[in-house]
């Protein structure tokens, strides 16, 4: 199953329908393919055959942090890595492995302010919960939906949280609600060129519990599913998990776009 049709939860979920303003802008300015440029119906970022050409995860992928493993593997297994790590959520499940096209989009969505790229990433890393049985749990029970938060300052920037604009077409594709139940405190700035351990240091303390995140979690403590758009080392999803598991959630799980 590698289609968004195959994805979809059984239980058919209502979308808005795309008013008249939008079927005009969509005349004035018609939407083309981000990686082909052919043109594409509504507020797809992707034509079918593009979208098609970019393969879920394919497994074997570690059960923890979801890097993938050539070759055959008999059962469940966890990569070199996970097995001395301790994360402080159950799994990570991003939707897709790296891919150029989906990276690019990545970047456009978050350094080139292209949110209208966001409904087509979201739908995307929605297919994870028609992929991954590990995730009927959090269906069944209802979790939330927590976006990995930005810092003020840098949402002030980019006028949106991308994470949040990820799991808004979630929440309306799986009926999961949206809880912006995390803040991060203190910015942390780009942690790309820092080790495992510089990452992990330069994050403790960024983040908090919102009221927002404390209500929802004082009624419903059983798990919540932190979104973010690509899943690396584990480091802020899992300080994010390590100050949801302290306040009391049972269990946290890990759902993005693509593997870094
Ligand atoms: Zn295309
Ligand atoms: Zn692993």
């Not at 297994?77 to 990276?103: G, K, Q």
């Amino acid at each position: 199953m590698t289609t968004d049709e195959a994805a979809a939860p059984a239980t058919p979920v209502a979308v808005p329908v795309r008013g008249w303003w939008a079927r005009c802008l969509d005349l004035l300015f018609p939407s083309v393919c981000n990686a082909c440029g052919q043109s594409t119906k509504g507020d797809a970022a992707l034509c079918e055959a593009c979208r098609a050409a970019i393969p879920s995860l394919q497994s074997p992928f570690c059960l923890r942090c979801a890097e993938e493993f050539e070759g055959r593997i008999e059962g469940d297994f966890e990569c070199s890595n996970c097995r001395n790590l301790d994360f402080d959520f159950a799994f990570a499940r991003p939707a897709v492995a790296n891919h150029p096209v989906v990276l690019q989009m990545i970047h456009e969505l978050k350094y080139q302010r292209r949110i209208h790229l966001a409904p087509e990433l979201g739908r995307m890393a929605q297919r994870s919960f028609g992929e991954d049985p590990r995730l009927l749990e959090a269906l069944a029970g209802k979790w939330p939906l927590v976006p990995v938060p930005l810092h003020r300052r840098r949402q002030l920037w980019r006028h949106f949280n991308q994470a949040e604009e990820i799991a808004r077409p979630i929440a309306a594709l799986t009926g999961l609600p949206l809880c912006r139940g995390l803040a991060r405190q203190r910015g942390t700035g780009s942690q790309t060129r820092l080790s495992r351990a510089q990452r992990l240091k330069n994050l403790r303390g960024a983040f908090a519990l919102t009221r927002e995140g404390e209500r929802h979690f004082a009624a419903h403590p059983g798990g919540a599913v932190l979104v973010d758009d690509v899943f690396t080392t584990g480091a802020t999803t899992g300080e994010c998990a390590r100050v949801l598991r302290k306040a009391g959630v049972q269990k946290v799980v890990v759902v993005t776009v693509m593997r870094g």
